[in-house]
C-alpha cells in the first residue's frame, strides 16, 4: 500500500496517481466520514480553497462532491493563501479546512493540505485514519440518505474576513512612506496581498498578479527572488516582498535589490518581539538548517532557541508544545502564533513593514548586520532514489569523517527532501575554506553513490 500522505499533505503531478479525481472523491468521503464521526454533528462543515492552478477546478470539484455524498457541508473560498484557510476554518468555526495547493512546485503539480477545526495541520495519526478509509473504499466510508447528503456554498466575502484579519495582526498601523515591489508568484496572493497593502497606506508596484492557470511560480514568487530585486532597484522601492505559490513563504530584498536571508528576518522579528517585552519565554523555535550564527547571536541577546527539524509543522509543534509565540524557516516560513496557526507570508510581510515603519529605518539597515554568519554552503543533488544512508558505507563514513572534523566549530546535514526526489547537503563552518572542503568532499561521495 503506497501512501497518500507525504511531508505536507499529498502531492504529485496534476491528473495522475495520487493526484486525480477519483482518489480526490475518495479522499473528500474519506474526510466527511472521519470528521462525522468524531464531531458529534449531523452536518459537519468544511472549508475549501485553492491556489490558482487549471487543476484546483478538477480537484474542488471531486473533493466536493465526496464530501456533501457523505453528509459534509462544503465552503467554497476559491483563490485565497493557505494560511486564509487555516484563519477562516477555525473563525468559522467549521470541522476541518481543505487547501488545494502545491506550494512551491510547477504548475503542473497539485496538491490537498488538511486542518484540523483549530487551524493547524492535520497531524500524521490522523492523515493514518483517513488514509485507511481511502483505501478500504465503500467498506467504511459513511452513506447517509438522500435527504441527509451535504451542500456546497460559496463563501463570497471570504477575501473581505481574511483581510481584515491579517490588517489586525499589526493593529491596522499605517504604513505610510514606504514603496514596495509585491511579486505574488501568480498564485493565491494574487489578488488579496496588494489590497491589504494598499489598504495600509503603501506605495505598491505589483507583479506576477495575472494567474493563468499554468503560471503560478513561473519566474517569479519567492523560488525566484532575483525577480523582486531587479524589480526593486528599477522602481527604487524600499522593499521587495516575494510570496510563494500559496503564500504561506515569503521572501524580502532590500533597497539595493539584496535578497534578505530568512535567519535575518527571523532574527529581526525576534529581537523586536524580544525589544516589546512580547516573546513569550524569551525563546523562539527554529529548524536545524538555521544558520548557528544566529543561534549564538541570539543566545547573546538572553533569547532561546528551541531546534526542529525541517519543516514549518515542527517547528509549529514545537511552539504548541512550550507555548511559544514566534518561530520560522530560513526558507521563508515565519509563525506569528499570537495570530496564525501556520506560516502565512502576508502577515510577515505586515511585520517586518512594520518594523521598518515604527523605526524609521531601512530593512538594509536593521538587517545588514544583525548578526555573523557562519558560512554556510548548502547543494542539491538530483538522485535515482532515495536510499536510506545507513545501506550506503561510504555515505555514512564521509559524513561520520565531516562531523568529526567539524565538531564544535561547525556542523554537516545531509537529508533526503521531502517533497522531491533530491538530497540536500548542508555545511557550515567558521571557515569559510573548511565548509567549502567538506562540502566538494561529501558531494563528490553522494554523487557517485545517488546520482
Not at 216 to 223: L, T
Not at 271 to 298: F, H, I, P
Not at 307 to 333: A, S, Y
Not at 406 to 429: D, F, N, Q
Request: hydrophobic share 40%; with cysteine; proline share 4%.
Amino acid at each position: 500500500m503506497t501512501r497518500l500522505f507525504g511531508h505536507d499533505g499529498i502531492r504529485g503531478r496534476a491528473n495522475e496517481y495520487p493526484i486525480t479525481p477519483e482518489v480526490a472523491l475518495s479522499v473528500g468521503k474519506a474526510i466527511a466520514t472521519y470528521f462525522t464521526s468524531i464531531s458529534g454533528k449531523k452536518r459537519p462543515r468544511a472549508i475549501i480553497g485553492k491556489d490558482t492552478r487549471l487543476s484546483g477546478y478538477m480537484l474542488e470539484t471531486a473533493l466536493t462532491s465526496g464530501l456533501v455524498s457523505a453528509g459534509m457541508d462544503v465552503f467554497e473560498i476559491g483563490p485565497l493563501p493557505t494560511p486564509a484557510v487555516a484563519h477562516l476554518t477555525k473563525s468559522m468555526c467549521a470541522d476541518c479546512g481543505i487547501m488545494i495547493t502545491a506550494s512551491h512546485n510547477p504548475a503542473s503539480d497539485n496538491g490537498i493540505k488538511i486542518f484540523t477545526s483549530s487551524g493547524y495541520k492535520l497531524p500524521e495519526e490522523l492523515e493514518t485514519k483517513i488514509e485507511d478509509l481511502v483505501f478500504t473504499q465503500q467498506k467504511n466510508l459513511f452513506s447517509p440518505s438522500p435527504n441527509n447528503i451535504g451542500k456546497a456554498f460559496r463563501i463570497d466575502d471570504a477575501r473581505g474576513r481574511y483581510i481584515e484579519f491579517a490588517k489586525s495582526s499589526i493593529h491596522n498601523h499605517s504604513l505610510s512612506g514606504i514603496r514596495a515591489v509585491l511579486d505574488c508568484a501568480n498564485g493565491a496572493a494574487y489578488y488579496i496581498a496588494p489590497l491589504i497593502f494598499n489598504e495600509l497606506g503603501m506605495d505598491i508596484c505589483r507583479t506576477a498578479t495575472s494567474p493563468d492557470g499554468s503560471n503560478i511560480n513561473d519566474q517569479c514568487g519567492a523560488i525566484h527572488p532575483q525577480n523582486i530585486a531587479r524589480l526593486v532597484k528599477e522602481h527604487k522601492a524600499d522593499i521587495g516582498i516575494s510570496f510563494d505559490g500559496d503564500a504561506d513563504r515569503v521572501v524580502f530584498c532590500d533597497a539595493g535589490g539584496n535578497i534578505i536571508a530568512g535567519d535575518k528576518i527571523i532574527a529581526l522579528c525576534a529581537l523586536d518581539y524580544k525589544r516589546r517585552n512580547r516573546l513569550a519565554k524569551n525563546t523562539l523555535a527554529l529548524t536545524c538548517m538555521s544558520n548557528m550564527g544566529l543561534v549564538e547571536s541570539l543566545g547573546k541577546e538572553g533569547i532561546n532557541c528551541e531546534v526542529t527539524p525541517v519543516g514549518d509543522f515542527f517547528v509549529i509543534d514545537r511552539m504548541r508544545e512550550k507555548g511559544l509565540n514566534f518561530g520560522g524557516e530560513n526558507t521563508g516560513h515565519y509563525v506569528f502564533h499570537d495570530y496564525t496557526t501556520t506560516g502565512d507570508g502576508i502577515i510577515s510581510a505586515l511585520h517586518v513593514a512594520n518594523i521598518m515603519k515604527e523605526r524609521n529605518m531601512s530593512l538594509q539597515d536593521l538587517t545588514g548586520n544583525i548578526f555573523e554568519e557562519y558560512p554556510q554552503i548548502l547543494t542539491s543533488l538530483s538522485v535515482r532514489q532515495k536510499v536510506p544512508f545507513d545501506q550506503l558505507p561510504k555515505v555514512t563514513s564521509i559524513i561520520a569523517d565531516a562531523e568529526n572534523a567539524l565538531k564544535g566549530v561547525g556542523r554537516v546535514l545531509v537529508r533526503y527532501a521531502c517533497s522531491e526526489r533530491k538530497c540536500r547537503i548542508l555545511v557550515e563552518a567558521k571557515r569559510k575554506e573548511e565548509a567549502e572542503k567538506w562540502s566538494r568532499n561529501l558531494t563528490g561521495i553522494l554523487a557517485k553513490e545517488l546520482v
